[in-house]
């Protein structure tokens, strides 16, 4: 089980230290020994590039198609929590927050240079050939689009329903409960997260490497301010401290605010950009490249060049499969986080879609008001942004009215967006290093910010971070197997979260005769004290549930009852028939009674009236947890003998599917 250090530091030692002398370690050698861990990890990388790419492809062609079939199945209506749970944010702050974290940054980076680079240098063939601009827009979209988004959401999806529905730690641990069980805490498990939060330590690193390039950049075209090691070192220093204000803020007042604030520029500048360019041209290419992109996305998804001598795959595509696949644990686990309450159709559909669509406009909108200004004559310009694509989005608003504006807003989206991926990295890291636990001491989470800072600024002057990339994109290949691993455990759970669905059994004490229903009327109404739900379920649950795991035992059925009131309040029921295989957590019988928040409005309306209710705020409820997760009621304020007849009718529910 979990390990944690004293209350003011919070964590699971088993993954914590690990995680710090590993990375210590590798940032160490890469330091000590640039040149040689460059060879290394290109050498790794082409050897991937040469071996492994059909893998790559095969693997993000299987993602893209269970997240479709995953999302119109039956399966969809599941919600991320309980039954009758709904989302705690709203749908913009939501599409906000996950884009922001998922691929905000690479967009400014990249939204005039890709499109560019991919028309003058094309896979094949020769550039600005008839046909290469739809070439150049749609290979961007390709890397952009639905593959990369299905990469984040099935990993947040797994993260999310072994969280919110079973009840599991919010750490990538938890997608093997269905295959080890409880070994996920043991060092099976310790050692998967350990491997996760490696990976998001450096792709975060050096993903805000490209942020502090193009900041210097931007910086420099603008203001003339020098391209020097220090003045990185200080971009570095200076984003890093409002990531660690912003962190220490919170997901809601912090990572939230800004994502919504970005989200408004955004939408400015693409509107400006489009209005001001060939805007009948641009909203045309649009069209008539999604339309292709749809079209055509197996296709060029597991297009490999295989029987083309081009070294293009490598830099760009494999490049992107194996980016999005390393950067998983990161977005997964913080998408997981903001999206309790959502159904899984929902979720997959808000994931993929909303966010590609933006995507879409975006990168035709950039793209193809830069290429055009190419197709008029603009060669010097092309050139220029194949050869700095840092400066890319700077040299293409030279053609814009207001371009000293237009740049300076840009440099704040990109502060932004820089802050609001380094705060949500080390929300991400806090999380899995405490072995799930989000309400952590400020310094905790504050101190994950200052180790990504630290790497990042080492590395970036020091010239190792070319080096770190990739090997984290190499990191990819054995977390691909990680995350086909989770895919196959989570559909083990909904298979039996579906069977269960039919016919469950309502909760047996209201039919009751015996009820005093005074007293269940009156704590329905009450608010009851942590530590009054904390003595209820010490004095009716725990005796009820003993009770009946005693007469299970008469019967031959092995149970047992496991308290856990001292540390995270729950008792646990668990039951396997003698016919039933031991070990299979799918056919085991378990019922466990949680201790969960519960928020209840301090007024409600009535035919236009206001009636005030007694019960206000967020006070803890027992919340009752079956196999397939959270059964959507509580017990609190039942009798023992209402609870064991409780138990009774889901057992029988259980005994009959």
């Known amino acids: 089980m979990l390990n944690m250090f004293s209350r003011s530091f919070v964590v699971d030692k088993a993954v914590f230290i690990p995680s710090i002398v590993f990375l210590l370690s590798t940032v160490g050698i890469v330091l000590l020994f640039p040149d040689a861990s460059d060879a290394a990890f290109g050498a790794m990388q082409a050897a991937i590039v040469e071996h492994a790419s059909w893998y790559y492809g095969l693997v993000m062609a299987i993602l893209l198609i269970t997240s479709g079939v995953l999302a119109f199945s039956r399966v969809g209506s599941i919600r991320l929590g309980p039954d009758n749970s709904s989302p705690d944010y709203s749908l913009?702050?939501?599409?906000?927050?996950?884009?922001?974290?998922?691929?905000?940054?690479?967009?400014m980076f990249y939204g005039v240079a890709e499109p560019v680079v991919h028309y003058l240098r094309p896979p094949i063939g020769d550039g600005t050939a008839i046909g290469a601009e739809n070439q150049a827009v749609n290979l961007t979209m390709l890397h952009w689009g639905f593959?990369?988004?299905?990469?984040y959401a099935l990993m947040a999806l797994v993260l999310a329903y072994f969280s919110f529905r079973r009840g599991l730690p919010l750490t990538l641990r938890s997608a093997f409960f269905p295959i080890v069980g409880d070994r996920i805490y043991g060092p099976f498990g310790a050692a998967i997260d350990v491997f996760a939060i490696v990976c998001t330590t450096f792709g975060i690193s050096t993903s805000l490497g490209l942020g502090v390039e193009q900041l210097s950049t931007g910086l420099y075209y603008l203001f003339d301010v020098p391209e020097s090691g220090g003045m990185k070192l200080a971009i570095t220093i200076a984003i890093m401290s409002m990531a660690a204000v912003s962190v220490a803020l919170g997901l809601d007042t912090g990572i939230k605010r800004l994502s919504e604030i970005n989200s408004f520029l955004a939408i400015a500048l693409l509107c400006f950009v489009l209005l001001m360019g060939p805007t009948a041209l641009i909203l045309g290419g649009t069209?008539?490249?999604?339309?292709?992109?749809?079209?055509?996305?197996?296709?060029?998804?597991?297009?490999?060049?295989?029987?083309?001598?081009?070294?293009?795959?490598?830099?760009?595509?494999?490049?992107?499969?194996?980016?999005?696949?390393?950067?998983?644990?990161f977005v997964g686990i913080f998408i997981a986080r903001i999206s309790r309450g959502r159904t899984i159709r929902e979720f997959l559909i808000g994931v993929m879609v909303a966010p590609t669509l933006f995507v879409v406009l975006w990168m035709n909108v950039f793209g193809g008001s830069a290429?055009?200004?190419?197709h008029a004559g603009e060669t010097a310009f092309g050139e220029a942004v194949a050869n700095d694509?840092?400066?890319?989005?700077?040299?293409?608003?030279?053609?814009?009215?207001?371009?000293?504006?237009?740049?300076?807003?840009?440099?704040?989206?990109?502060?932004?967006?820089?802050?609001?991926?380094?705060?949500?990295g080390a929300l991400v890291l806090n999380m899995m290093?405490?072995?799930?636990?989000?309400?952590?001491?400020?310094?905790?989470?504050?101190?994950?910010?200052?180790?990504?800072?630290?790497?990042?600024?080492?590395?970036?002057?020091?010239?190792?971070?070319?080096?770190?990339?990739t090997a984290t994109i190499a990191s990819a290949l054995p977390f691909s197997v990680i995350l086909l691993g989770a895919l196959w455990g989570l559909q083990r759970s909904l298979r039996s979260d579906m069977q269960s669905s039919f016919g469950k059994a309502p909760p047996s004490f209201d039919t009751d005769a015996d009820i005093d229903w005074q007293s269940r009327l009156g704590a329905l109404l009450e608010a009851p004290s942590d530590n009054t739900v904390v003595k209820f379920q010490r004095e009716t649950v725990l005796p009820a549930l003993s009770a009946f795991a005693s007469e299970l035992d008469k019967n031959g059925v092995s149970a047992e009852v496991v308290d856990h009131i001292d540390g995270d309040g729950s008792v646990v029921l668990s039951a396997v028939g003698t016919e039933e295989a031991e070990g299979d957590e799918e056919s085991a019988f378990t019922y466990t009674?949680?201790?969960?928040?519960?928020?209840?409005?301090?007024?409600?309306?009535?035919?236009?009236?206001?009636?005030?209710?007694?019960?206000?705020?967020?006070?803890?409820?027992?919340?009752?947890?079956?196999?397939?997760?959270?059964?959507?009621?509580?017990?609190?304020?039942?009798?023992?003998?209402?609870?064991?007849?409780?138990?009774l009718a889901q057992f029988e529910q259980h005994r009959r599917t």
């Open 287 to 329: 069209l008539e490249n999604f339309g292709f992109y749809v079209a055509n996305l197996i296709t060029t998804s597991t297009n490999l060049f295989t029987y083309e001598d081009t070294e293009w795959l490598g830099g760009w595509t494999i490049f992107y499969w194996g980016w999005w696949i390393s950067w998983a644990p």
């Open 371 to 374: 290429i055009e200004l190419i």
């Open 433 to 469: 290093a405490s072995g799930g636990v989000d309400e952590t001491p400020v310094f905790q989470r504050v101190l994950w910010a200052g180790i990504i800072a630290a790497i990042s600024a080492t590395l970036l002057i020091t010239g190792g971070l070319g080096a770190l990339q």
């Open 389 to 424: 694509q840092p400066l890319g989005l700077f040299l293409f608003l030279d053609y814009l009215p207001g371009t000293f504006y237009l740049s300076l807003l840009s440099l704040v989206m990109i502060v932004i967006f820089f802050v609001t991926s380094a705060d949500s």
């Open 593 to 647: 009674v949680k201790l969960a928040p519960q928020s209840v409005d301090a007024s409600t309306e009535t035919n236009g009236d206001e009636v005030s209710l007694p019960v206000e705020g967020s006070t803890s409820v027992t919340e009752v947890h079956l196999n397939s997760g959270s059964a959507g009621y509580c017990l609190w304020g039942l009798t023992e003998a209402q609870v064991i007849a409780d138990v």
């Open 92 to 107: 913009f702050s939501w599409l906000s927050m996950l884009f922001a974290a998922g691929v905000g940054i690479g967009l």
């Open 147 to 151: 593959n990369a988004w299905s990469v």
